[in-house]
């Protein structure tokens, strides 16, 4: 069983900066997934256990994902920040991959709660 929990979110203004942290994370594909209400969930970042990484096109350039593995914690660096970015932020996890992650929700099968991130013009 993965327990995963997210925490960093808040409110910045555009241009500002946030860091999401997610602990226990393991050597598996990990993820950041954001959904805006209304919207579907959507891919934001994936590394393995290679530490191959892949990023939404929308955030390539901005932010970066990374993993602490002596404290089992997953972060995003979100660099400027822009309004399209307000949203509910996952951290999530795919234990049966620990290659080549699939960035799509369905592939992940353990959630944390979410953070809120929300960016004002």
């Known amino acids: 069983q993965v327990q995963l929990q997210e925490s960093g979110g808040g409110s910045v203004q555009a241009g500002g900066s946030l860091r999401l942290s997610c602990t226990a994370s393991g050597s598996y594909c990990m993820g950041w997934f954001r959904q805006a209400p209304g919207t579907a969930r959507e891919g934001v970042a994936t590394i393995d256990s290679d530490g191959y990484i892949s990023y939404a096109d929308s955030v390539e350039g901005r932010f970066t994902i990374s993993q602490d593995n002596a404290k089992n914690t997953l972060y995003l660096q979100m660099n400027d920040l822009k309004p399209e970015d307000t949203a509910m932020y996952y951290c999530?996890?795919?234990?049966?991959?620990?290659?080549?992650?699939?960035?799509?929700?369905?592939?992940?099968?353990?959630w944390g709660q979410g953070t809120q991130v929300t960016v004002s013009s």
């Open positions: 999530a996890a795919d234990p049966r991959r620990v290659y080549v992650c699939a960035p799509r929700p369905a592939e992940f099968g353990y």
